[in-house]
């Protein structure tokens, strides 16, 4: 892995920022609409604040990661004003995936003021912004390119699904009742079964065909990296496990404690997420397959 100048930092922040914001306003919209009927109306509100505000993050981080990259390509700040290195940095797929990403987060923002948001858009919109990602990455130098394309973006989708929920369901627990939690985190963890299963296959079959030799998980720098983001899934997964099989149960029988635990563990399962998608903006910035 090649020394990291601070504009390379800058580029992996905004990159890890933009994931989070745009993950997390995309699954957090389809949980209010997968959701509906389940969540308390104050609950719904301050749920809806929530991804108002990562709608707007997710654009600010979007215009700060060109902007970064275009300063990380000139070596110096001048290349946050270059035009020229910020339009070549568009043509590439940078451009059709903030184009997408737009078109995403404004469907959200739409369904975000709206009531009772038509369902069709607002998971059209999620769909869209989660999966904007496909455009750019490594998948794109690989042979058949529009498989792996195809590949990444269901990885995306369930990223989506998955960590988006994350933080209705924190705020559910702390201002609803138990049994209340319980109905949330069923209705949530039934579909995440399959969810999962489907973001597993995908993500395992992306880094298989990338690596090709299992033995660059320890010799270059993106196989450390590779299983740094496992061992972290690997967390949340046994987290999201236990809330399922331990901690739902509880609720259903209106333990308060267990509701404050499952509020606690989904705490933890954001800060993990956040780790692993930190993780992923240093893959795709910093080094790639085969590299050092």
């Given at each position: 892995m090649t020394a990291v100048g601070p504009w390379d930092a800058a580029v992996v922040i905004a990159k890890a920022v933009t994931y989070a914001a745009t993950l997390g306003a995309a699954g957090g919209v389809a949980f209010l609409v997968y959701g509906d009927g389940v969540i308390p109306p104050d609950c719904k509100r301050r749920i809806r604040w929530v991804q108002g505000a990562l709608l707007v993050v997710a654009l600010v981080a979007s215009v700060a990661?060109?902007?970064?990259?275009s300063a990380s390509m000139a070596g110096d700040?001048?290349?946050?004003?270059?035009?020229a290195l910020t339009g070549m940095i568009l043509q590439t797929g940078e451009g059709p995936a903030v184009l997408a990403r737009l078109c995403g987060l404004t469907l959200l923002g739409a369904a975000?003021?709206?009531?009772?948001?038509?369902?069709?858009?607002?998971?059209?919109?999620?769909?869209?912004?989660?999966?904007?990602?496909?455009?750019?990455?490594?998948?794109?130098?690989?042979?058949?390119p529009w498989l792996w394309t195809a590949v990444l973006a269901v990885h995306l989708a369930g990223v989506g699904f998955w960590l988006g929920a994350l933080m209705p369901l924190w705020l559910i627990a702390r201002r609803a009742d138990s049994a209340v939690t319980a109905v949330a985190a069923a209705?949530?963890?039934?579909?995440?079964?399959?969810?999962?299963?489907?973001?597993?296959?995908?993500?395992?079959?992306?880094?298989?065909?990338?690596?090709?030799?299992?033995?660059e998980l320890r010799s270059s720098g993106y196989g450390r990296?590779?299983?740094?983001?496992?061992?972290?899934?690997?967390l949340l997964l046994a987290?999201?496990?236990?809330?399922?099989?331990?901690?739902?149960?509880?609720?259903?029988?209106?333990?308060?404690?267990?509701?404050?635990?499952?509020?606690?563990?989904?705490?933890?399962?954001?800060?993990?997420?956040?780790?692993?998608?930190?993780?992923?903006?240093?893959?795709?910035?910093?080094?790639?397959?085969?590299?050092?």
């Amino acid at each position: 892995m090649t020394a990291v100048g601070p504009w390379d930092a800058a580029v992996v922040i905004a990159k890890a920022v933009t994931y989070a914001a745009t993950l997390g306003a995309a699954g957090g919209v389809a949980f209010l609409v997968y959701g509906d009927g389940v969540i308390p109306p104050d609950c719904k509100r301050r749920i809806r604040w929530v991804q108002g505000a990562l709608l707007v993050v997710a654009l600010v981080a979007s215009v700060a990661k060109i902007l970064a990259m275009s300063a990380s390509m000139a070596g110096d700040a001048s290349g946050l004003f270059d035009t020229a290195l910020t339009g070549m940095i568009l043509q590439t797929g940078e451009g059709p995936a903030v184009l997408a990403r737009l078109c995403g987060l404004t469907l959200l923002g739409a369904a975000i003021i709206a009531h009772r948001p038509p369902a069709t858009a607002a998971l059209l919109g999620a769909l869209l912004a989660a999966t904007s990602f496909a455009w750019v990455g490594h998948v794109h130098a690989l042979g058949r390119p529009w498989l792996w394309t195809a590949v990444l973006a269901v990885h995306l989708a369930g990223v989506g699904f998955w960590l988006g929920a994350l933080m209705p369901l924190w705020l559910i627990a702390r201002r609803a009742d138990s049994a209340v939690t319980a109905v949330a985190a069923a209705r949530f963890g039934g579909a995440a079964v399959v969810i999962v299963g489907i973001l597993a296959v995908a993500g395992v079959s992306l880094l298989c065909v990338l690596l090709q030799n299992p033995a660059e998980l320890r010799s270059s720098g993106y196989g450390r990296l590779a299983l740094s983001k496992i061992a972290s899934v690997a967390l949340l997964l046994a987290l999201a496990a236990l809330n399922r099989l331990r901690f739902t149960p509880r609720m259903r029988a209106r333990d308060a404690s267990a509701a404050q635990a499952f509020g606690r563990s989904v705490l933890v399962e954001i800060v993990l997420a956040l780790i692993i998608l930190s993780i992923t903006a240093a893959m795709t910035t910093l080094t790639g397959p085969g590299g050092d």
